[in-house]
Nanobody
Framework: QVQLVESGGGSVQAGGSLRLSCAASGYTYSRYCMAWFRRAPGKEREGVAAIATGGGVTYYADSVKGRFTISRDNAKNTLYLQMNSLKLEDTAMYYC????????????????????WGQGTQVTVSS
């Protein structure tokens, strides 16, 4: 059974940084798209960033471009999200997701059509 476990969330002041991690286990697939999503209180889930298998292709929401960086270490089966210059509006529960169907990563990301999700890690940004 595939599992995704996020870590690295916490409380930080505006302008600060956090790095989220997502450890994947229980699979044998070699190609899979991964992404980060978030859901703020009272708001719908939002795609934050996605990364294709090789790590060379990434996608970002406009709201985080230039501040967040998604990366992956396939040898460690781990996905990362480096978040810099955090803003109050970045406060949310952050989830990682993986798709093992081999579909085009951008399409999977835009449609949030991932087959595996983590339990989430809370990020709280204060003034």
């Amino acid at each position: 059974q595939v599992q995704l476990v996020e870590s690295g969330g916490g409380s930080v002041q505006a302008g600060g940084s956090l790095r989220l991690s997502c450890a994947a286990s229980g699979y044998t697939y070699s190609r899979y798209c991964m992404a980060w999503f978030r859901r703020a209180p009272g708001k719908e889930r939002e795609g934050v960033a996605a990364i294709a298998t090789g790590g060379g292709v990434t996608y970002y929401a406009d709201s985080v471009k230039g501040r967040f960086t998604i990366s992956r270490d396939n040898a460690k089966n781990t996905l990362y999200l480096q978040m810099n210059s955090l803003k109050l509006e970045d406060t949310a529960m952050y989830y990682c997701a993986a798709d093992f169907s081999g579909g085009y990563c951008y399409t999977v990301y835009v449609n949030a059509n991932f087959d595996t999700w983590g339990q989430g890690t809370q990020v709280t940004v204060s003034s």
